[in-house]
């Protein structure tokens, strides 16, 4: 099956056109997200192994998948100026087949949910929730960066972690993985703010107001700076306090080498923004791996 494309599009398959509405490569940050939650729930893969694939595939394809079908239906005017070539402003999904594709979506990303146990169904339903709010009207969260950011980067480290927790032990995830994961999320909303530096132009028009927007450039990259590393140092001082000390001077260790990474990207944030997002963030998530393999040692 093969929708109608428009000129100086090529003749894409509906199902080519379909995974680039689902936008494999963003999948990353939770799937990595749900991986640290799999590692610090301290639990052998091989003995909740079909729980482990829903997990995955939760976190990634159906979840996060159904957040971008339903960013790209609400952003697609947005899109016809940043991102012109995308499946909806392209002519190669109509919106009407958008839209029925990110309810299916949903509802079988809350039937897997409801597979795994219930705490994951709650965090399924949360993530899901946030995904509409963040795009959808009435809410549209991410018409203001305070508020969409928080609820991305809740949805992208958070809420995977949590749910890989959930997952593996069956159980509501202990007061340790709660902490990490919310001081985790936390710092996500400065990577969520970097990432809008690439559509500054598209949001001014639009009426988007992101951070680089109301607070322009270079406040906006300083305030990102400083939200992703406050939340790291506590992590480090609180494994340092729940006797993982190695751990934490890991985590400081990867905190310290993004701060010799910053005043280049300060020096011209609309240059640097793609360079540190390339650098800067893999220390981070790295960061976050590390705190997973402390909350194991710690649960052993």
């Not at 994951?120 to 009207?137: D, E, K, R």
């Not at 890989?164 to 032990?169: G, H, N, Q």
Request: aromatic share 12%.
């Amino acid at each position: 099956m093969r929708e109608s494309s428009v000129a100086g599009i090529s003749d894409t398959p509906f199902w080519a056109s379909a995974l680039e509405l689902l936008k494999p490569v963003t999948w990353f940050p939770p799937m990595w997200a749900f991986a640290c939650g799999i590692i610090a729930a301290n639990v052998a893969i091989v003995e909740r192994l079909p729980f482990f694939i829903g997990g995955v595939l939760l976190a990634g394809p159906f979840i996060c998948g159904t957040s971008q079908v339903v960013n790209d239906y609400f952003d697609r005017h947005v899109d016809a100026i940043n991102e012109p070539h995308r499946p909806i402003p392209s002519g190669r999904i109509s919106s009407r087949t958008a839209l029925i594709f990110a309810l299916v979506w949903t509802g079988l990303s809350l039937l897997l949910s409801a597979a795994l146990g219930i705490w994951v169904l709650a965090a399924g339903a949360l993530g899901l929730a946030l995904a509409w709010a963040y795009s959808a009207p009435p809410f549209r969260l991410k018409r203001n960066g305070w508020f969409g950011n928080s609820a991305v980067g809740l949805c992208y480290e958070g809420l995977p972690w949590f749910t890989a927790v959930a997952v593996m032990t069956a159980a509501l995830p202990d007061t340790r993985n709660i902490a990490v994961l919310i001081l985790y999320s936390l710092g996500a909303h400065g990577i969520m703010t970097l990432n809008d530096f690439k559509s500054i132009d598209g949001d001014r028009a639009m009426g988007l107001k992101s951070l680089p927007v109301l607070l322009g450039a270079e406040r906006a990259a300083r305030f990102a700076c400083l939200v992703m590393l406050a939340p790291q140092v506590v992590v480090a001082l609180v494994l340092w306090q729940w006797g993982a000390p190695i751990f934490a001077m890991a985590v400081a260790g990867v905190s310290l080498a993004q701060c010799l990474l910053m005043p280049r990207l300060l020096s011209d944030p609309l240059r640097f923004a793609p360079w540190y997002n390339a650098t800067g963030i893999v220390l981070y998530v790295s960061g976050m791996m590390v705190s997973a393999f402390a909350l194991r040692s710690l649960a052993a």
